[in-house]
Protein backbone atom coordinates (compact mmCIF):
# COMPACT_ATOMS: atom_id res chain seq x y z
CA UNK A 1 0.00 0.00 0.00
CA UNK A 2 1.61 3.36 -0.68
CA UNK A 3 1.70 6.50 1.53
CA UNK A 4 -1.27 9.25 1.22
CA UNK A 5 -0.57 11.80 -1.21
CA UNK A 6 -0.73 14.52 1.57
CA UNK A 7 1.95 12.49 3.86
CA UNK A 8 4.52 12.58 0.40
CA UNK A 9 3.99 16.45 -0.03
CA UNK A 10 6.04 19.18 2.13
CA UNK A 11 4.51 21.49 3.84
CA UNK A 12 3.94 24.59 2.18
CA UNK A 13 4.04 27.85 4.28
CA UNK A 14 0.70 29.54 2.15
CA UNK A 15 1.86 33.62 3.94
CA UNK A 16 5.33 33.04 1.53
CA UNK A 17 3.16 31.61 -1.45
CA UNK A 18 0.85 34.79 -0.87
CA UNK A 19 3.82 37.11 -0.75
CA UNK A 20 5.44 36.02 -3.50
CA UNK A 21 2.38 36.28 -5.86
CA UNK A 22 1.95 39.92 -3.91
CA UNK A 23 5.26 40.71 -5.63
CA UNK A 24 4.73 40.37 -8.68
CA UNK A 25 4.31 43.47 -10.59
CA UNK A 26 1.18 41.86 -13.03
CA UNK A 27 -0.58 41.07 -9.00
CA UNK A 28 -0.17 44.54 -8.10
CA UNK A 29 -3.61 46.12 -9.16
CA UNK A 30 -3.61 49.44 -6.99
CA UNK A 31 -1.42 51.51 -4.81
CA UNK A 32 -2.52 49.39 -1.78
CA UNK A 33 -1.23 46.07 -2.95
CA UNK A 34 1.87 48.20 -4.24
CA UNK A 35 2.32 49.03 -0.33
CA UNK A 36 1.72 45.60 0.42
CA UNK A 37 4.14 44.18 -1.88
CA UNK A 38 6.51 46.97 -0.32
CA UNK A 39 6.06 45.52 2.97
CA UNK A 40 6.96 42.19 1.59
CA UNK A 41 10.43 44.20 0.82
CA UNK A 42 10.23 45.71 4.36
CA UNK A 43 10.10 42.08 5.88
CA UNK A 44 13.33 40.48 3.91
CA UNK A 45 15.39 43.19 4.88
CA UNK A 46 14.96 42.76 8.32
CA UNK A 47 14.65 39.48 8.78
CA UNK A 48 17.35 38.32 5.78
CA UNK A 49 14.83 35.75 4.51
CA UNK A 50 11.70 35.55 2.03
CA UNK A 51 10.38 35.73 -1.10
CA UNK A 52 12.63 38.50 -1.93
CA UNK A 53 15.98 37.19 -0.66
CA UNK A 54 15.33 33.77 -2.55
CA UNK A 55 18.30 32.20 -4.28
CA UNK A 56 21.07 34.57 -2.71
CA UNK A 57 22.96 35.73 0.31
CA UNK A 58 21.00 38.50 2.48
CA UNK A 59 21.86 39.50 5.76
CA UNK A 60 19.20 40.91 8.26
CA UNK A 61 19.36 44.87 8.20
CA UNK A 62 20.32 44.81 5.03
CA UNK A 63 19.60 46.38 1.67
CA UNK A 64 21.19 45.79 -1.71
CA UNK A 65 21.08 45.92 -5.08
CA UNK A 66 18.23 43.70 -5.29
CA UNK A 67 16.01 45.01 -2.57
CA UNK A 68 15.88 48.19 -4.44
CA UNK A 69 15.36 47.03 -7.79
CA UNK A 70 12.14 44.89 -6.06
CA UNK A 71 11.57 48.16 -4.61
CA UNK A 72 11.37 49.83 -8.13
CA UNK A 73 9.52 47.06 -10.35
CA UNK A 74 6.60 47.12 -7.43
CA UNK A 75 6.40 51.03 -7.41
CA UNK A 76 6.56 51.05 -11.35
CA UNK A 77 3.87 48.44 -11.82
CA UNK A 78 1.68 48.97 -14.82
CA UNK A 79 -1.60 49.22 -12.51
CA UNK A 80 0.04 52.33 -10.35
CA UNK A 81 2.17 53.59 -13.16
CA UNK A 82 -0.05 56.85 -13.73
CA UNK A 83 -0.77 57.18 -10.26
CA UNK A 84 0.83 59.12 -7.52
CA UNK A 85 2.78 57.65 -4.71
CA UNK A 86 0.53 56.68 -1.46
CA UNK A 87 1.44 58.11 1.69
CA UNK A 88 1.04 54.06 2.62
CA UNK A 89 3.90 53.26 -0.17
CA UNK A 90 6.06 56.08 0.88
CA UNK A 91 5.65 55.31 4.57
CA UNK A 92 6.71 51.38 3.82
CA UNK A 93 9.83 53.01 1.81
CA UNK A 94 10.55 54.70 5.04
CA UNK A 95 10.63 51.75 7.16
CA UNK A 96 12.92 49.81 4.61
CA UNK A 97 14.98 52.56 4.94
CA UNK A 98 15.04 52.60 8.28
CA UNK A 99 15.41 48.88 8.71
CA UNK A 100 18.51 48.56 6.30
CA UNK A 101 21.35 49.34 8.34
CA UNK A 102 23.48 47.84 6.04
CA UNK A 103 23.90 49.27 2.58
CA UNK A 104 25.30 47.81 -0.55
CA UNK A 105 23.18 49.26 -3.62
CA UNK A 106 25.13 51.76 -4.82
CA UNK A 107 23.08 54.73 -3.01
CA UNK A 108 19.70 53.05 -5.59
CA UNK A 109 17.18 52.96 -2.78
CA UNK A 110 18.12 56.68 -1.59
CA UNK A 111 17.38 57.51 -5.06
CA UNK A 112 14.18 55.82 -5.27
CA UNK A 113 13.15 56.72 -1.32
CA UNK A 114 13.75 60.56 -2.22
CA UNK A 115 11.64 60.82 -5.19
CA UNK A 116 9.13 58.86 -4.32
CA UNK A 117 8.62 60.93 -1.07
CA UNK A 118 8.81 64.34 -3.58
CA UNK A 119 6.07 62.52 -6.15
CA UNK A 120 3.73 61.83 -3.31
CA UNK A 121 4.15 65.55 -1.66
CA UNK A 122 3.34 67.07 -4.82
CA UNK A 123 0.74 64.97 -5.66
CA UNK A 124 -0.87 65.71 -2.38
CA UNK A 125 -0.34 69.60 -2.79
CA UNK A 126 -2.56 69.31 -5.98
CA UNK A 127 0.72 70.15 -8.12
CA UNK A 128 1.54 68.05 -11.37
CA UNK A 129 3.31 65.04 -11.12
CA UNK A 130 4.82 62.84 -14.02
CA UNK A 131 4.46 59.03 -14.35
CA UNK A 132 6.26 57.11 -12.43
CA UNK A 133 8.39 55.35 -14.23
CA UNK A 134 9.64 58.97 -15.37
CA UNK A 135 10.01 59.98 -11.92
CA UNK A 136 11.90 57.28 -10.40
CA UNK A 137 13.93 56.42 -13.01
CA UNK A 138 17.94 56.89 -12.16
CA UNK A 139 18.10 58.83 -15.37
CA UNK A 140 15.66 61.76 -14.21
CA UNK A 141 16.86 64.87 -11.42
CA UNK A 142 14.52 65.01 -9.26
CA UNK A 143 14.76 68.62 -9.92
CA UNK A 144 13.11 68.28 -13.61
CA UNK A 145 10.04 67.76 -12.47
CA UNK A 146 9.87 68.32 -8.48
CA UNK A 147 8.81 71.34 -6.52
CA UNK A 148 11.10 73.28 -5.29
CA UNK A 149 9.37 76.06 -2.91
CA UNK A 150 7.75 75.33 -0.02
CA UNK A 151 4.75 77.75 -1.07
CA UNK A 152 3.72 75.33 -3.55
CA UNK A 153 3.78 72.49 -0.71
CA UNK A 154 0.74 71.18 1.30
CA UNK A 155 2.42 71.97 4.75
CA UNK A 156 0.29 68.69 6.44
CA UNK A 157 2.95 66.82 3.82
CA UNK A 158 5.90 68.81 5.03
CA UNK A 159 4.85 68.14 8.58
CA UNK A 160 4.60 64.02 7.71
CA UNK A 161 7.64 64.48 6.33
CA UNK A 162 9.26 65.94 8.81
CA UNK A 163 7.93 63.68 11.29
CA UNK A 164 8.98 60.16 9.19
CA UNK A 165 12.16 61.59 9.61
CA UNK A 166 12.39 63.06 13.03
CA UNK A 167 14.71 61.13 15.49
CA UNK A 168 15.76 58.56 13.36
CA UNK A 169 19.10 57.88 11.39
CA UNK A 170 19.06 59.46 8.21
CA UNK A 171 21.50 58.93 5.52
CA UNK A 172 19.84 59.88 2.98
CA UNK A 173 21.53 62.86 1.74
CA UNK A 174 19.65 63.40 -1.04
CA UNK A 175 16.15 63.51 0.97
CA UNK A 176 17.70 65.75 3.18
CA UNK A 177 18.92 68.40 1.10
CA UNK A 178 15.39 68.24 -0.73
CA UNK A 179 13.46 68.66 2.37
CA UNK A 180 16.25 71.44 3.94
CA UNK A 181 15.31 73.64 0.27
CA UNK A 182 11.63 72.36 -0.01
CA UNK A 183 10.65 73.36 3.50
CA UNK A 184 13.02 76.57 3.76
CA UNK A 185 12.83 79.23 6.64
CA UNK A 186 9.42 81.07 5.23
CA UNK A 187 7.69 78.15 5.17
CA UNK A 188 6.39 77.50 8.35
CA UNK A 189 5.43 79.75 11.46
CA UNK A 190 8.35 79.99 13.81
CA UNK A 191 7.12 78.17 16.85
CA UNK A 192 7.20 74.99 14.57
CA UNK A 193 11.40 75.63 13.22
CA UNK A 194 12.47 73.39 16.03
CA UNK A 195 10.37 70.52 15.06
CA UNK A 196 10.67 70.79 11.09
CA UNK A 197 14.71 70.66 11.77
CA UNK A 198 15.12 68.13 14.13
CA UNK A 199 15.14 65.38 11.46
CA UNK A 200 18.23 63.77 12.77
CA UNK A 201 20.52 65.48 9.85
Not at 185 to 199: G, K, W, Y
Amino acid sequence: MSAPLAALAEPVDVSEVTSEVALEPSKISCRNTAAQALAVVRDGVITGEGPTTRGRVHFSRALDRYDAAWCERILTATAVENQPISRAEATTLFEIDQAAAERSDEGRFDDLLAKAVVHHAASVSGLPVPPRTVALSPATSIESWGPTKAVSVDTEVLEWIAAQMRGKRCSNRTLKTLVATIVGVAALPLAQMPNVFDIGM
